[in-house]
């Protein structure tokens, strides 16, 4: 199986085209304005616009009212939600589109019972616990805690890296990773050619078994 890559906190065009380029399935665009990689409506269009076909469009949303996912699908071509808040299922349901719901590795969380609150959800997306910016913040978790089997996709995510996403692969093998600041040059702006390091790291795990 290909394990497949999403970049995360795309805010310019260029940036969404050398994901695309590299070989990234999807790109991902925040809609939390606490994180410094927040884009507006305009940002998110003029990103959107340059993606060639087959690259999915991930909204991320926190804690978000249903008026505001409801206007940005209105305005924007978002394929997949993702929720990184305490949404509850309620809350990700109902748009017309699947979502992910991201659960934080603190100690103690419950991962079962998340899951289970959340039937419809498409995969699960595990990331480090970052009570303040939820996500992007380069910090990894104990892969060790990833929950075993499970009958929906595990996607990865926290402090991934070039450098390390070979290893993360080849010890989670997750249906996904997901990475931001680890392909970045500065908070928000990537570099292509860490962006192409990284899938290549990815496909140096899969094929090595």
Same mark, same amino acid.
């Given at each position: ?29 925040? %809609? ?16 959107? !616009?340059?993606?060639?076909? %087959? ?22 071509? @978002? ?15 109902? %748009? ?59 996607? @990865? !995510? ?17 249906? !996904? ?33």
């Amino acid at each position: 199986m290909r394990t497949r890559v999403k970049i995360c906190g795309i805010t310019r065009p260029q940036d969404g085209l050398a994901a695309a380029q590299a070989g990234a399935d999807a790109i991902g665009l925040v %809609f939390y304005e606490r994180s410094p990689r927040y884009v507006d409506v305009a940002q998110a269009a003029e990103i959107c !616009a340059v993606l060639p076909p %087959f690259v999915s469009v991930v909204g991320l949303f926190v804690n978000a009212p249903r008026e505001q996912v409801a206007s940005l699908l209105q305005q924007l071509p @978002l394929d997949l939600l993702q929720f990184h808040g305490t949404e509850t299922a309620d809350q990700c349901e109902g %748009f017309g589109r699947p979502y992910i719901k991201a659960i934080g590795m603190k100690d103690g969380v419950d991962v079962t019972g998340t899951v289970q609150a959340h039937p419809q959800a498409s995969g699960f997306l595990f990331d480090a616990w970052q009570p303040d910016i939820h996500g992007g913040g380069g910090v990894a978790f104990d892969w060790n805690t990833l929950p075993a089997g499970g009958d929906r996709p595990v996607i @990865l !995510a926290g402090g991934l890296a070039p450098d390390n996403v070979e290893q993360a692969v080849r010890r989670t093998r997750p249906w !996904a990773v997901d990475v931001s600041s680890g392909v970045e040059q500065d908070k928000g702006i990537k570099s292509a050619e860490k962006i192409e390091a990284f899938i290549r790291g990815v496909v140096r795990g899969d094929t090595m078994q």
